[in-house]
């Protein structure tokens, strides 16, 4: 039976890793599938890991007609690799789960649940509403003091923020070296940090 599954996680728990590898082992069976992406760090149209992976992908944006692009380019059950899905419209989730249920196409989602205010993404939400199977990643993540993260913080310029624009891109590993306006990257953080908006002692 096909499924649509959501694996979800916060930032650096290895979401496109994963997704890569699951479309490697489909694809190694002999199945014909597609694999999707939105945002990715390495650009439109790639899916890439911070182990050094990269595939193309195709790019799914605000206007992509993903119930076209999924019967152009999957055929009745085959499979669909999503990453990055939080970006995804609710109404692009809805077309994933028709897939699975009128195609038999099994469809395995990646991408955070909650951005950087602590709310769900809509396209989180629905795929949490709509999907199979719910599965947090195994790669434990953890805040800065040893806790397991749950929560992904925007830094500007160092401080964390609560309010701006749900996706604005940046780096969650190096600090520094933004080239234009002010600095943005993440940083995980559990919980009681989180709230505290305590990103830990000053970085080396
Ligand atoms: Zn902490």
Redesign the pocket.
């Known amino acids: 039976m096909a499924e649509l599954r959501f694996s979800y996680g916060v930032m650096s728990a290895g979401k496109s890793t994963l997704a890569l590898q699951v479309e490697h082992t489909w694809a190694a069976a002999g199945r014909t599938g597609l694999l999707l992406t939105s945002h990715d760090r390495g650009g439109a149209g790639t899916v890439t890991s911070r182990l050094g992976l990269k595939r193309d992908a195709a790019e799914v944006g605000p206007a992509t007609d993903l119930d076209r692009l999924l019967d152009e380019a999957v055929p009745d059950g085959g499979f669909v690799v999503a990453d990055e899905v939080q970006f995804y419209a609710p109404a692009q989730v809805e077309a994933l789960a028709r897939c699975v249920d009128e195609r038999g196409v099994d469809v395995s989602c990646f991408g955070l649940l909650t951005d950087f205010t602590s709310g769900l993404f809509p396209g989180a939400a629905r795929l949490v509403e709509l999907a199979d199977v719910l599965v947090p990643l195994p790669l434990p993540v953890l805040?800065?003091?040893?806790?397991p993260?749950r929560l992904n913080a925007r830094l500007v310029d160092g401080e964390v923020v609560r309010e701006g624009e749900t996706v604005v891109l940046g780096d969650t590993s190096a600090p520094g070296g933004a080239l234009f306006g002010p600095e943005v990257r993440y940083q995980v953080?559990?919980r009681?940090?989180w709230f505290a908006r305590?990103t830990?002692p000053a970085r080396a």
């Open positions: 805040c800065w003091c040893g806790r993260a953080l559990c009681r940090h305590d830990g």
